[in-house]
């Protein structure tokens, strides 16, 4: 029996034999003496455990192509931007915003 240190986070076989003796109706006391784990932290997984947090998130970066500022006088000054120069995903991303402020 491994000896659980504090603060060391579950890994996969852990999280499975935790699900699959609370499976077989062993209490929480029970997985923690079947595994070696402290009870506390057998029930904090059971309390704050979620599916989504364990999904791999996909992230796309990618950067403007164009520049901000076409000549060295208009540095100091912030860039401007018309309605019709916005992507899809900017006029969406505006169009959220303003309803979460108006919340």
């Known amino acids: 029996m491994k000896v ?13 034999s935790i699900l699959l003796l609370a499976l077989k109706n062993y209490s ?6 079947e595994l070696g784990i402290p009870s ?3 029930r904090t ?7 989504e947090n364990y999904k791999k998130i996909s992230i796309y970066l990618s950067g ?3 520049p901000y500022h076409h000549n060295e006088d208009d540095y100091a000054n912030l860039p401007t931007y018309k309605w019709e120069d ?3 995903s900017e006029i969406e991303a505006y169009n959220q915003y303003r309803v979460f402020k108006q919340d």
Do not use: A, V
């Open 4 to 16: 659980w240190k504090k603060g060391t986070p579950l890994n996969e076989e852990e999280r499975s």
């Open 28 to 33: 929480i006391n029970g997985i923690s003496k």
């Open 40 to 42: 506390s932290r057998i």
């Open 45 to 51: 997984y059971f309390t704050k455990w979620n599916p």
């Open 64 to 66: 403007k192509k164009e």
């Open 86 to 88: 916005l992507c899809s």
